[in-house]
Structures are given as structure tokens and as C-alpha cells.
Nanobody
Framework: QIQPVESGGGLVQAGGSLNLTCAAS????????VGWFRQAPGKEREFVAT????????DYVNSVKGRFTVSRDNAKNTVYLQMNSLKPEDTAVYYC????????????????????WGQGTRVTVSS
């Protein structure tokens, strides 16, 4: 069972940057597509970004395109979410999750495709 752990959240002013990390133990982590999701207060969880198991492809929600970059280092069992030009509307708890199946990206924009979730890391962007 893969157990992702997020870190790197915090309080930042609008326009600032944060780099979130998703680390996991287990030899199969590198075989899974990893997704980042977020949940703002009073709102439903939403898709933010995803990166394929190889790191060769990524997808983003429109609201973060050009500002966020997802990447991974499979040698370190780690996925990153670099967030630049942060806005107050980016305030949320950010979660990473591993896809249900190895070497698959089916339904990768949907949270139902992900089996193992971290506890989340809080990001607060002040105006």
C-alpha cells in the first residue's frame, strides 16, 4: 500500500511561490500516475494537476496553467508541485494521490481514479 505524504504548504503573499512535495515509500510509486487536488473552505475538492508515471506528460486545470508546474523524481519517490504567482483563490488544502492502477492514466482528471491519498498540506495566500 502506497501512502503519499504532502509537505511544503504555508502562508504566502499574493504573487509569491511555494513548492509542494509528495513523497511515498514503496517500490511501485514510480509506476503510478500522481495527481494533485485541492479543497478550498466550503468548496468541493477539485483537480489541479497530474503527472504520468514516467514524468513525460502532465495536465493542469485551466486556472493554474502557466503558474503551476508538476514534476517528479522517481529515484527519490517524489512528486513536486511548483506554484508561482499565487493568488488568494489558490488558498486550499492540497492533496496528492496515486492512480488506482500502475502504468495507467485513465480518468486521470477525476479523483475517482486515485486510490491512495495523503493527509494534505494547507496553502494560504494572503492578498
Amino acid at each position: 500500500q502506497i501512502q503519499p505524504v504532502e509537505s511544503g504548504g504555508g502562508l504566502v503573499q499574493a504573487g509569491g511561490s511555494l513548492n509542494l512535495t509528495c513523497a511515498a515509500s514503496g517500490r511501485t510509486f514510480s509506476m503510478h500516475t500522481v495527481g494533485w487536488f485541492r479543497q478550498a473552505p466550503g468548496k468541493e475538492r477539485e483537480f489541479v494537476a497530474t503527472v504520468s508515471w514516467s514524468g513525460d506528460s502532465a495536465d493542469y486545470v485551466n486556472s493554474v496553467k502557466g503558474r503551476f508546474t508538476v514534476s517528479r523524481d522517481n529515484a527519490k519517490n517524489t512528486v513536486y508541485l511548483q506554484m508561482n504567482s499565487l493568488k488568494p483563490e489558490d488558498t486550499a488544502v492540497y492533496y496528492c494521490a496515486t492512480h488506482n492502477n500502475v502504468f495507467s492514466d485513465y480518468d486521470r482528471l477525476k479523483d475517482r481514479a486515485y486510490a491512495s491519498w495523503g493527509q494534505g498540506t494547507r496553502v494560504t495566500v494572503s492578498s
